[in-house]
């Protein structure tokens, strides 16, 4: 191989819609040297807000229309895959969902593709048992593992995974689109999430209840979709919100809401790394979270945002209520967020993590492309 040519990566996922996952894929694919390596995109899922904009950016994005492993043409779509990688001398597999994984990992490895990585980007509690288990098998044949925090990776060594395999890259968030403004913001409480249960809105809109009596200008907007919108839009209604709540639907444009909200709430179960919550920090929202996952290791609580105990809608409702009263606190908390995502998780930082992860893969490989 020419080792003054780009070397060919290809990053998978599962699709390119709106979810963080796929914003990081897209942003990574963008933002990866052009000059080190030729990259290449491929997702099972045609369309997509992020397939467009991968597209636009110069990207080529391969379509490789896996609908389930066990269908009567995944032998086909191997094939095809082994095939690309082959005839397109990839020397670089990175796949970021646990679908692609699974699919990708053993067919790379016959492909004697030099260098095979893998992604852990949430709790994998949160898997299907099978795919739990099959995403394990992979752990043992891939040459590296990347987590977006630390608590991921603590989750995959205490499975007995080796650390000299797990490396850990946070989310890159781009500062251009997210970004800080100066100006005064309205008493809105708000988030941006999959409605699912795993991301635990309902004590939001409980919490919200609570102290709403106390601040009759506040708002509470939920932006996303998901298969608890009705049961969101049914709580609220009981908690009498009334025109004080909102449910939107998801949207491509989250900025917006992020430097309209004063307050920012993620409420999880379970998280990894949050690209909301970092998104909404880049913003200058005052952030409220969970003490969950990478949330703690972000948030100095008192300092950059604050923090509440899994499950405490009391906490949460006491900390809303302290924001809520005192604008000029809020003010200083969002500030502080913002330089936080400036100094440690820009888009130009994770693509050179991983570019380094990239590198010191290839140059250790044992597999040569001949």
């Known amino acids: 191989m020419n080792q003054s040519a780009p070397i060919p990566v290809l990053l998978l996922t599962r699709q390119l819609s709106l979810g963080g996952t796929e914003r990081q894929v897209a942003n990574l694919a963008k ?121 991921l990776r603590q989750e995959l060594l205490l499975e007995k995974t080796a650390a000299k395999v797990i490396h850990v890259c946070g989310n890159g968030i781009d500062l251009d689109e997210f970004n800080s403004t100066s100006q005064s913001r309205p008493p809105w409480v708000g988030t941006l999430s999959v409605l699912r249960p795993e991301k635990n809105l309902g004590i939001l809109v409980e919490a919200f209840g609570r102290i709403h009596g106390l601040y009759p200008n506040a708002r509470l907007q939920i932006v996303g979709s998901g298969p608890l919108s009705e049961a969101l839009a049914r709580q609220a209604a009981l908690c009498g919100l009334g025109d004080a709540s909102e449910l939107i639907g998801a949207s491509p444009q989250p900025a917006e809401y992020f430097r309209k909200f004063r307050i920012f709430v993620l409420p999880s179960q379970s998280e990894g790394l949050s690209n909301s919550l970092l998104e909404a920090m880049a913003c200058g929202c005052a952030v409220v979270a969970s003490r969950v996952g990478g949330s703690k290791e972000i948030i100095r609580h008192g300092e950059n945002g604050m923090l509440f105990d899994l499950g405490d809608a009391d906490q949460l409702a006491s900390t809303l209520k302290l924001l809520l009263g005192d604008e000029d606190l809020c003010r200083r908390l969002g500030e502080a967020a913002a330089r936080t995502i400036r100094q440690q998780f820009s888009l130009s930082a994770s693509a050179k993590r991983l570019e380094e992860i990239y590198s010191n893969h290839l140059a250790t490989s044992p597999r040569n492309l001949s």
């Open 31 to 151: 933002s990866l040297d052009p000059k080190k390596f030729s990259v290449r995109v491929c997702c099972f899922h045609a369309g997509g807000i992020r397939q467009a904009e991968i597209e636009a950016a110069g990207v080529p994005v391969w379509i490789l229309p896996v609908q389930a492993f066990w269908s009567p043409n995944t032998l086909a779509h191997a094939w095809s895959l082994f095939r690309y990688l082959v005839g397109e001398r990839i020397a670089l597999v990175h796949s970021f969902s646990p679908a692609t994984t699974i699919f990708s990992t053993p067919i790379a490895r016959l492909a004697r593709v030099p260098a095979v990585l893998s992604s852990s980007r949430a709790e994998r509690s949160l898997m299907r048992p099978r795919d739990s288990h099959l995403v394990r098998i992979t752990d043992h044949w891939v040459d590296a593992i990347v987590t977006n925090c630390e608590h």
